[in-house]
């Protein structure tokens, strides 16, 4: 061996070897997620709902909507605009959806379920939902989305194809939801949601802006105007029985537009720990 052939080896020696950036365990990312999300007893919210695609498409194209939430079971949606009004009532697992006073068939749209991810708690609540949308909570890798390293869980990065949760890496902010195409439910296509824009408020984050995608189309389109934490809440808000018997039963062959066509029951997939 020459000396400068020495030389190099003792170079290439001394060089320190490539490292993999260290990966928090999936579950341990989700926990740190519902920690920086933080805790309320309510939420309500005030925004716009833009409507960009639907199928079939509304009468308008937005709404003004009002959301209220109590964590981690209930939440009431009320969107209206020109005449037209559309409520959404969850409770536990159990959905309601009315448009203009008559009950509406079938499942909620996988792209209109953007809420589920931050109602559910604790961070076993979190774990099992996510499992049942197909998320494999025991998979984690280290991302890019735009400017930003996310924590991928339930895929190895840059693999898009399985579910999967992007969780911001420093602030622990979910920014990005994808579940792969359906082969039970009609609008089966590739659902992607995305979360921009949070802000912090009286210990909650929340998103100002949300990006809901199918087949690669951005369907609609959320844009929060205010935020109230802990307002209080009458209890017929949530009330589930009560409503069914306000809200008016279709007739036949009505009252499947606002949510598709009839098909599998699919309730609200939102996983919480029992009441005492």
Not at 83 to 106: C, D, H
Not at 205 to 227: G, K, S, T
């Amino acid at each position: 061996m020459t000396w400068w052939g020495a030389v190099l080896m003792l170079m290439l020696c001394a060089m320190p070897a490539p490292s993999r950036a260290y990966v928090l365990m999936g579950e341990h990312v989700l926990d740190l997620m519902v920690k920086a999300l933080g805790q309320a007893e309510t939420v309500a919210v005030t925004q716009v709902l833009t409507i960009h695609a639907d199928s079939p498409p509304l009468p308008l194209s937005s709404l003004e909507e009002r959301v209220r939430i109590r964590f981690p079971y209930d939440l009431r949606a009320d969107a209206t605009g020109d005449g037209y009004r559309r409520q959404t009532v969850i409770s536990g697992r159990t959905a309601l959806l009315a448009v203009n006073g008559v009950l509406q068939e079938g499942p909620l749209p996988r792209y209109s379920r953007y809420h589920e991810i931050l109602m559910a708690k604790p961070r076993q609540a979190l774990t099992d939902h996510l499992r049942m949308l197909g998320v494999d909570v025991t998979v984690s890798s280290l991302g890019r989305l735009e400017d930003r390293y996310c924590y991928v869980v339930g895929a190895r990065y840059p693999d898009e194809t399985p579910a999967q949760l992007w969780v911001e890496k420093d602030t622990f902010y979910p920014l990005r939801l994808m579940l792969p195409p359906s082969t039970r439910l009609t609008d089966g296509g590739p659902v992607e949601i995305r979360y921009r824009n949070w802000t912090l408020m009286d210990g909650i984050a929340y998103p100002m802006h949300i990006v809901m995608r199918q087949n690669h189309q951005i369907m609609q389109e959320i844009r929060v105007d205010r935020l109230q934490v802990n307002p209080v809440f009458t209890p017929d808000v949530f009330d589930i029985t009560a409503l069914r018997r306000e809200w008016t039963q279709p007739l036949e062959g009505e009252g499947r537009g606002a949510m598709g066509p009839p098909g599998v029951t699919d309730p609200i997939p939102i996983e919480t720990e029992k009441k005492n």
